[in-house]
Structures are given as C-alpha cells and as structure tokens.
Nanobody
C-alpha cells in the first residue's frame, strides 16, 4: 500500500509558477513510477506528466510540454511538478499517482496507476 499526499496548490495569476509536491509513504518509493493527472470541473481526468523510478525518463502531455517539469527525490519519497507560465486552462484539481512498477508503459492512462492522492486545487486567474 502506498499513501500519497499532494500539496502546493493555490490561486495564481496567468504567467505565474507553482510547485506541487506529492509525499509518499508505505512501500519503497523508488519501486514506483509516478504520474501527475488533473481534472477540471465536468471533464475527465487528464494525464499531465510521468516519470520512471529513477526520474531519468519523463513524459509530458503536449499541453504542458516545455512549461511543466516532473522530478523526484527518492531520499525524501517525494515527487514534484514544477509548473511555469501557468494559463487559465491549467485550472484543475491535480492528483499524483503511483504505479506498481518502476517503468510504467501505461503512464498516460489513469488505469496504469494503483494508488492516488486526494488532489490539490490549482486555480489560474486571467
């Protein structure tokens, strides 16, 4: 079992930056590839970014490529999502998720993850 807790969300203006954190507890953090998803009101949960267990492989949705960066600190059992140049369309609840493997070949699908955090709200005003 892996317990995930996100933090760092908030209300910002267009062009601002935020860094989300996701702290994990339970099983060995480095055994899990991680991902970030988001869900806006009335919309399906959407893939944002993912990595491999070491953080050397990273993947991004086209909508955030070049603006968002996923990283991790295995010693702190934490994965981060650095979000720059935020836009109003980035407004959503952001969730971190843990897969059951070190490399997740289904990283862009919610079904590819076994554990989820409770989410943190990010609101970008225009």
């Amino acid at each position: 079992q892996v317990h995930l807790v996100e933090s760092g969300g908030g209300l910002v203006q267009t062009g601002d930056s935020l860094r989300l954190s996701c702290a994990a507890s339970g099983r060995t953090f480095s055994s899990h590839a991680m991902g970030w998803f988001r869900q806006a009101p009335g919309k399906e949960r959407q893939f944002v970014a993912a990595d491999s267990w070491s953080g050397t492989s990273t993947y991004y949705a086209d909508s955030v490529k070049g603006r968002f960066t996923i990283s991790r600190d295995n010693a702190k059992s934490t994965v981060y999502l650095q979000m720059n140049s935020l836009k109003p369309e980035d407004t959503a609840v952001y969730y971190c998720a843990a897969s059951t493997s070190r490399y997740n070949t289904r990283y862009q699908y919610a079904a590819g993850y076994a554990y989820w955090g409770q989410g943190t709200q990010v609101t970008v005003s225009s």
